[in-house]
């Protein structure tokens, strides 16, 4: 579903600033995988998901979506086959349009654009029923704006707006750090369901080791634009926080310090 080959990627390249971002990143993803990714800040998480979604291009190597190899297209392009949602509940929506019309908009990621009505009355009805889902009334105030909603019921219609279209790749980008704990477990229990739901293949960033652990079937650490761990199914079923901790002084020499990889 997912091939990165030799993702190399560098910031101000011959100056005094010059920053090595990504080097030779090489991962897979077969359909219906959900793998979660961890690391301390400046790890190139955030990186790697932006040469996924075509937000940044790759100095080199090439990112290859259902077998089409898509380095090259621009991101506006690639969000036929990609959902995200960022960990700023304000990224994901439009705060002065109705709860209906970003609706509208998602659904229309994947399919041709005409001059017909955005929100007709079967989209009306569809859109009450995924918002169903949610368990937060939502359906019951399509026409409010979205800017009038709260942090959690913003970041739950946005992730509700980057799956209902089953897109190809999921992406989720500490999409729950912003929220207070009942809201973050509650959109961290309405990811796995919807994700285990549609069997979508998913990419999670997330600075909550424990969170790692528990969501999908794959995990893997960076650090300093490297993937230097990778758990899979199986060894993931008995990992623990120590467990990570300890591969990762085994692997760099020293001990993970990032105060904000160690919440759980």
């Known amino acids: 579903m997912l091939k990165i080959e030799n993702i190399n990627k560098i910031f101000n390249e011959g100056t005094a600033d010059e920053k090595i971002a990504l080097q030779n990143i090489q991962l897979q993803l077969q359909p219906g995988d959900f793998v979660t990714i961890i690391g301390s800040n400046g790890a190139g998480k955030s990186t790697m998901m932006n040469m996924i979604s075509g937000a940044l291009t790759p100095d080199l190597g090439s990112v290859t979506i259902e077998q089409q190899d898509v380095t090259k297209m621009p991101e506006y392009k690639r969000s036929q086959f990609i959902g995200r949602v960022f960990q700023d509940p304000m990224a994901g929506t439009a705060p002065n349009m ?52 709260s942090g959690g019921e913003r970041q739950a219609l946005s992730l509700l707006m980057a799956t209902f279209t089953k897109p190809s790749i999921l992406l989720l980008d500490e999409h729950t750090a912003a929220l207070d704990p009942s809201r973050a477990e ?12 549609d069997q979508l293949t998913t990419l999670m960033i997330t600075h909550d080791m424990q969170q790692a652990i528990d969501l999908g079937n794959r995990l893997i650490m960076m650090d300093k634009g490297q993937i ?27 001990k993970m310090v990032s105060d904000r990889a160690l919440l759980s």
């Open 186 to 197: 509650l959109i961290t229990n309405l990811t796995r369901e919807l994700v285990e739901k």
């Open 228 to 254: 230097i761990l990778e758990v899979n199914t199986a060894e993931k079923a008995n990992l623990t926080i120590e467990d990570l901790m300890h591969e990762f002084q085994r692997i760099r020499g020293i």
């Open 98 to 149: 109705t709860i209906e019309e970003n609706l509208a908009i998602a659904y229309s990621r994947n399919k041709k654009r005409g001059l017909r009505i955005g929100v007709n009355r079967k989209r009306k009805q569809f859109f009450k029923e995924a918002l169903q889902y949610l368990g937060l009334g939502l359906e019951d105030r399509l026409t409010a704006k979205v800017g009038l909603l």
